[in-house]
């Protein structure tokens, strides 16, 4: 191909910078130079786009002389750029800025360029010696750690916070009490105790996290899948190994196909109670066989049909247990252990509610614990009470007595406060109609009955008066005649009386009467949790509704009162027949805040799981 003449290469070079700085631009930069004018130019530009196969053609041989060529324009230019004040010139570089590589295409692909081989192994990086120059130089590394900066009353600052890990925040640490003599209850010549592990847990049914997601839109859906849930679940189960565990919100088919299935593998016996109606969850009372052995399973309704105060679907659950003592200890026994769990309402409206239910579950309790003589064998109740620590039913368990009459509902459980409200439903006696069947004591009628006598006894003279009596010397109309057998009477002896005396064998009914306005019970149970942190000055939090934490979550166990001092508002109780060993601590709102609430990826329910280590006294038979 012939050589193109200088006016073609310099319409070349006009039209590449025309593509790249504008044309108004280019245009006005060529009319400066003494060969091209404006028209020259236009038709430059307009014969190079009519024909861009040419510049296509020829690009790679004159890609380096129209780059000198733009240096050379650079040069003649007659105005320099101006300098700013107090600048120092750049240095001059020798040799060219930069090199050109020549673009290829690949054989496959037309429109895409494709670099030479090597070409990206022999670029190097040249830093511009004006750039060095402008370039900061860096800090010197300290050799030491610089000191904190004092400040006048505040002390030294500190650094900022590390971010700690979730299972370091989340440590729950293990509170000893069987090293103290108080804690320990043991004299010189008291024998070996029984010991066990309970647990109580509100594991947050998958239907009702459903039905409730907004409470949850804080969590990543991922932690909130059952199945992921329900691995964490097991795997705490698996790491505290108690020996009795309580729990609530068990989703039923969740319980059939997972839950009771993985837990028998784990050596437990379960019992699981649902709730009345249409709900899908309910309680579970798990235990190990070779720990205790069944003797009753009492499952509790709340719901009573006709009674308005106890239209709710909620349940409960009581266990009598029998430890079983190992066989190296020889002729001993243990008493039976009455464990019940349970989940009250929430409503935080209805205290009337929640403590109609707390007296159906005690007075449950009471039957099922009661012995011959009329004492009760150790209790455990635990569960979701929905109400907070020092509320009236929370006073009403821990010291046996509540004076409700008179009370806001909302009032009883805590939870909330509604006092700025015009219209509030106050507590009324009798609290429950007397057709429920149980005392203001919270016992059935029919465990206060004395007991009677299996068979009535009665005397010789009062049966053979029966034999002559009028009733038996009159011949029964339309009785067949038969000789020798119906043909005769029976003859009343000479002295014989005429009436039989009736014996009065019916006992009278018994009378209850109701208290006005105060409900009792005589179990006497406290609370494993003292429901504060003193080491952190915080509350102890089971559970985070709507973002606050508060406690709903208790182990009562039953235990001896003892003097209160000055004290006559609440009672005090010391370890009886029943001991705390131990418990697992609870954490703050705080604590709880910083690994993002309930649930998170390590605590798959809205609720924290309790557990306790108690001891029972191992007597001579």
Sequence with gaps: MAPRGPDQEECEGLLQQWREEGSSQVLSTSSEGPLVDKGLAQSSLALLMDNPGEQDAASEDKWSRRQLSDLRAAENLEEPFPEMLGEEPLPEVEGPMWAAVPMQTGPQYADCAVLPMGALAAEQWEEDPAVVAWSIAPEPMPQEEAPIWPFDGLGQLQPPPVEIPYHEILWREWEDFSTQPDAQGLEAGDGPQFQFTLMSYNILAQDLMQQSSELYLHCHPDILNWNYRF???????????????????VQEDHYWEQLEPSLRMMGFTCFYKRRTGCKTDGCAVCYKPTRFRLLCASPVEYFRPGLELLNRDNVGLVLLLQPLV???????????????????????????????????????VDKVARLSDGSHCPIILCGDLNSVPDSPLYNFIRDGELQYHGMPAWKVSGQEDFSHQLYQRKLQAPLWPSSLGITDCCQYFTSCHPKRAERLKYSRDFLLRFRFCDIACQRPVGLVLMEGVTDTKPERPAGWPQSVLEEDTLEPEPVFPRTVGTIQHCLHLTSVYTHFLPQHGRPEVTTMPL???????????????????????????????????????????????AANGLPNPFCSSDHLCLLASFGMEVTAP
């Design 547 to 593: 973002g606050l934490g508060t406690t709903v979550d208790y182990i009562f166990f039953s235990a001896e009162s003892c003097e209160n001092g000055n004290r006559t508002d609440r009672r005090l109780y010391q370890d009886g027949t029943l001991k705390l060993l131990g418990r697992l601590s609870l954490l703050s709102e705080e604590i709880l805040w």
């Design 231 to 249: 691995a964490n679940l097991m795997q705490e189960f698996q790491h505290w190994d108690p020996d009795i565990l309580c729990l609530q919100e």
């Design 326 to 364: 190992p066989e190296g200890l020889g002729q001993v026994s243990v008493a039976p252990l009455c464990v019940a769990n349970t989940h009250v309402l929430y409503n935080p409206r209805r205290g009337d509610v929640k403590l109609a239910q707390m007296a159906i579950l005690l007075a449950e």
